[in-house]
């Protein structure tokens, strides 16, 4: 008696998850339906824009954003220009890190592991400095036809701020959208002055301070703006090819800043390749990983001064 009361229990409580499941799945499918019918609706009247990627790993970004680094990230990431959220970077930081870490291990020694992730995190932190020095190049490049533009727009009586907004229209990116940020921002009441500091703050550059300087105390006094800008236009055209010219002639000592590093490294594996186990056996002795430290620090040291002496502001 007491075996057939707990097989019909069993079965009732079998029966009754089976019906929660289906009514779950059921009103999952129907919220899905309806969320997608409201998208597309908002798309089809303009309220979103179309096009725009869903975003991965939501509840990391909002917790990422709650921290001071997340912030620092975020400010970071806008500056590069990259369509990438904080919480995403924090994750695909982490992958690279944990790959770096398990291939430092298997290939070299287990006393690599920490100095690859590491290794990891230090790429990550220069791939942003090399997207945010990118983006300000590139946005320096556009800066005389930028004077120009505005030069052109003051010229034929309008506004300031008006000139503003047809520069972000008329240039591409990274100036069009820059300049798009401060329209909207001087649209929504901010400040000349705070949105173009705002500006020059994202992309840090000598030309963009003299360009925002000059726009700055234009609308404050009035003045000759176009002439101003004329000039402006003609010493930014001269700055660019200054700059051009310095590049090309300090290309080869980057590339060498980069090559010591690399035959550091390639000379362990070359070494590992050589007899096999011999990086385990010299790290496994409080001598060999202190003399293993000291080799990568003095190769940092090597590539920060190696960068530092070919630096030249221009």
């Not at 320096?140 to 000139?163: D, S, W, Y």
């Not at 096999?276 to 010299?282: H, S, T, Y």
């Amino acid at each position: 008696m007491e075996l057939h009361q707990l097989v019909t229990l069993t079965t009732g409580i079998t029966l009754l998850t089976c019906v929660l499941a289906v009514l779950g799945l059921h009103t999952y499918t129907k919220g899905k339906a309806q969320r997608q019918a409201l998208v597309d609706r908002l798309s089809a009247t303009g309220q979103i824009p179309t096009g725009v990627r869903r975003r991965r790993f939501v509840n990391v970004d909002r917790r990422v954003r709650r921290t001071r680094l997340g912030r620092k990230l975020e400010l970071r990431l806008a500056a590069t220009g990259l369509d990438v959220t904080p919480g995403e970077f924090f994750v695909y930081m982490l992958a690279t890190v944990a790959a770096l870490f398990l291939i430092g291990q298997a290939s070299l020694a287990p006393f690599f592991g920490p100095i690859a992730g590491l290794l990891g995190i230090w790429a990550a932190v220069q791939f942003l400095n090399w997207q945010r020095q990118k983006r300000i190049e590139k946005f320096i490049n556009q800066l005389p036809e930028l004077a120009r533009i505005m030069a052109n727009a003051t010229q034929a009586g309008l506004a300031l701020r008006t000139a503003i907004g047809m520069a972000a229209e008329e240039l591409e990116a990274p100036a069009g959208e820059e300049l798009a940020k401060v329209a909207n921002q001087l649209a929504l009441g901010v400040s000349m002055d705070d949105a173009l500091g705002e500006m020059a703050e994202r992309l840090p550059s000598r030309e963009l301070v003299v360009l925002v300087t000059t726009l700055v105390l234009s609308n404050r006094a009035g003045g000759q703006v176009v002439s101003a800008l004329r000039n402006l236009t003609e010493t930014l055209e001269e700055r660019k090819e200054t700059r051009r010219e310095v590049r090309t002639q300090l290309s080869q000592v980057n590339m060498t800043s980069y090559a010591v590093p690399v035959l550091g490294v390639g000379s362990l594996f070359l070494m590992n390749g050589v007899k096999d186990g011999a990086l385990a056996r010299m790290t496994g002795s409080p001598v060999g990983q202190a003399a293993v430290l000291i080799a990568f620090a003095l190769y940092a040291v090597g590539f920060v001064l190696i960068r530092r002496l070919s630096r030249i502001d221009v």
